[in-house]
């Protein structure tokens, strides 16, 4: 299929996006394209202006540590997030997630920041964002604006980004001492999008129970969902009764739709065994990051 007429503009600045953005309410951001692309084709979208930001790399592209904090470029590309070194060492949940997306000419094209502008609800990035706590930098004419984790998705393939708006960073937490992290997902094939995903990020005590854990799940709503009296319950526990807990609330915790992918049961199932593996491989990853000894 072909899509409806529009008007392709290619941004020569930052500037000039917004410029485009502030004039034409109905217009759309093109990043990598692979989500944009097959939308136009299938006239699910119909946008009379298209503005290409391809060509601002210098400007919003790259990875930097800034203080306890890592800042990603909107149009840095998957592949850059996959084999990034200072993300392996500080972020190494960004790594781990380009991984399971896509296919390699996926992610040669797509965009962190596509990624979380598109706000699929089973998508990797976005249950990261999600899980670390992250913070989108929203620009437009009217000015610069940070939207935090929790209020950045609405809905399905809904974000809090007005149409005026260009994602340009996002921002996320570097990882410290006795940190760890894991996402684990199950689909149809490899590349394909997750029935399921879940994500842990634990931080533990000097003798090895949890202090905090937070969890995410991707698929099981219209947004990635955070359970914050489960995390609760996890707290000051070992890890082998976080476990249990997990088990036991889960499966009442989550409401996952029924679709021609899977059932909603299969969904609830899941959303428990894999929120378990993640949560058991991001203990042992936070037991391996613990103090130099002077
Ligand atoms: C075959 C295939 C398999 C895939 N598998 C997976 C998968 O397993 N997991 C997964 O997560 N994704 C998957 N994807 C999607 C892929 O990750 C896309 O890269 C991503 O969803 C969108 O990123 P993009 O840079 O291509 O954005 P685009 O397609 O260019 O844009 C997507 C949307 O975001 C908006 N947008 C883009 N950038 C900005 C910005 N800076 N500011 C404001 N709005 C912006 C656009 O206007 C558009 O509405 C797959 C795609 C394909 C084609």
Redesign the pocket.
């Known amino acids: 299929m072909k899509p409806a007429p529009f008007r392709y503009v290619r941004a020569r600045s930052v500037t000039e996006a917004l410029e485009w953005l502030a004039r034409e309410p109905g217009a759309?951001?093109?990043?990598?394209?692979?989500?944009?692309?097959?939308?136009l084709n299938m006239r699910l979208?119909r946008p009379d202006v298209v503005v290409d930001?391809n060509g601002l790399t210098a400007q919003?592209a790259g990875v930097r540590e800034e203080g306890e904090r890592i800042r990603i470029g909107?149009?840095t590309r998957?592949y850059q997030l996959e084999t990034d070194a200072l993300l392996r060492d500080r972020c190494p949940l960004i790594p781990e997630a380009e991984r399971?997306?896509?296919?390699p000419a996926?992610r040669s094209?797509?965009?962190i920041?596509?990624?979380l502008?598109?706000a699929?609800p089973?998508?990797?990035?976005p249950a990261v964002f999600r899980l670390l706590e992250g913070t989108a930098v929203a620009r437009s004419r009217r000015g610069v604006r940070e939207i935090p984790a929790d209020r950045f998705f609405q809905g399905y393939f809904t974000t809090d980004?007005a149409p005026d708006?260009?994602?340009?960073e996002v921002i996320l937490p570097a990882r410290r001492e006795r940190q760890g992290g894991a996402l684990c997902e199950r689909?149809a094939r490899h590349?394909?999008?997750?029935w399921v995903l879940a994500g842990a990020w634990v931080t533990l005590w000097e003798d090895g129970r949890i202090r905090t854990a937070r969890l995410v799940w991707g698929g099981v709503s219209d947004r990635p969902v955070r359970l914050p009296d489960v995390e609760a319950e996890l707290a000051d526990r070992t890890l082998e009764a976080a476990r249990q807990v997990l088990r036991d609330l889960v499966p009442r915790a989550v409401e996952p739709p029924d679709d021609v992918h899977a059932s909603a049961a299969f969904r609830r199932r899941l959303a428990t065994v894999l929120a378990d593996q993640a949560l058991v491989a991001a203990a042992r990853r936070a037991e391996a990051i613990v103090p130099t000894k002077e």
């Open positions: 759309k951001v093109l990043a990598g394209g692979q989500s944009l692309v097959p939308l979208t930001i919003l909107a149009l998957h399971l997306i896509g296919h996926v094209r797509g965009t920041g596509g990624s502008a598109h699929d089973a998508a990797e990035l980004l708006e260009l994602l340009t689909a590349g394909d999008f997750a």
